[in-house]
């Protein structure tokens, strides 16, 4: 059996990408941390703080993704911007190679 934690890290980065569920999660896991109730109670010591921790990890990890990719959407890298100027212009470039047989 695999260890839950990447499993669930994979299916909370997957939910919050999505934008028709973004908003609900970030407010689901912003209540859970407010929340007095917990899977783990905050009364017992370390124990009770680690789930909380946990989301706060994901949560931060995929919002600081999610301005990541926004950001890099908004400013294209230079690869980026020489492939769409290149496919927008369409051409093509010849290389002439002086061919030598080996005996």
Known sequence: MKFPVPIISKLYRTVLRNPKYRWPVILA???YLISPLD???DFIPILGQVDD???LFLLV???SELLTNWMQG???TPVQQEFHSESSTAQ????DV???SID
């Open 92 to 95: 093509t470039q010849t290389v």
């Open 98 to 100: 002086d061919a030598v």
């Open 61 to 63: 990890g995929g919002i």
């Open 39 to 41: 899977i783990s109670p």
């Open 53 to 55: 921790v946990a989301l």
């Open 74 to 76: 908004l400013n294209p």
């Open 29 to 31: 896991s912003l209540l």
